[in-house]
């Protein structure tokens, strides 16, 4: 809670007048409770995870023409009755998760140290923490996801996320709950090592959630795409790759960037497949050419 009486006196005590989003921040947490800011993340997240998925499924559902062609495994597709199936069982643990860390407010306030006041961050510290939180939420969530390869870890773990062959939004977060505390270290790892205002907490959170979900999507918009503008980063062909090679590939684990798996060799196998379909493509371009005509849409689209 923000320990000001007024505006006046946060102003006194920054010893400047508020920015806009102070002033927005102000009003809008003075009176309340850090620990309900706190629940603010799981409430935002929830929110996003509802929304985000909706725009393809409901493409898929009364225009498929308009999607399909992008779609990075065509000959599969996920029955809306199972993409709903994975909302609602990953729902279902939002409210838990609300209650938890009202109760464990105390604990987090101490580990996380995050601030809830004024002054808001810069936006240079907001994206410098934001960079650091990145890559180090990458390289702990590549050797926990290498972990749940292993024999055991899939059997009894990670199986259940690899029932999607050809994953969906929603089956972002279809997972077993010990493969969701185990991924919930690697994004608050940046947090706690290098604390932040709660805004950008929020933001994080928002950010890996969204990104999560796109390369879980199963399609590969190429003139949007984030691989186009930031240095290895992987995208939804790069992890789709990872579900179609099915439950035992060793390729492709990184979340979000690609360095851990070009400086562990453990993106061969991708590697391979790319320049497959790029042979394939070739050759049908080319029988098109001989035959002056043309083909319909068959390869998976990675570029």
Known sequence: MIPYASAAEAEAALGRAMTWAEAAWYKYSVAMPDAWL?????VILFVIYTITPLPLLILEQFAPSVILPYKLQPGVQVPLADSLRCYIEAACVFPIAVGFQLLSYPAAAKVLRTRMGLPLPSVRETVAQ??????????LSYWIHRLLHTQ??????????????APTGFAMSYSHWAENLLLSIPALAGPVIVPCHITTQWL?????????????????????????????????AYHDYHHYAGGRSQSNFAPLFTYCDYIYRTDKGYRYHKLKQAKLKSLEENNVDKKGGSTAFSTRKTD
């Open 38 to 42: 706190h629940c603010h993340t799981t």
């Open 204 to 236: 994080w959170f928002s950010i890996r959630l969204i990104e999560g979900i796109n390369i879980h999507s199963g399609y590969h918009f190429p003139f949007i795409s984030p691989s186009k503008l930031i240095p290895f980063y992987g995208g939804a």
């Open 130 to 139: 934001l960079v650091v939180y990145s890559l180090l939420e990458d390289y």
């Open 152 to 165: 055991w870890g899939y059997e009894k773990i990670h199986r259940v996320h690899h029932e999607f062959t």
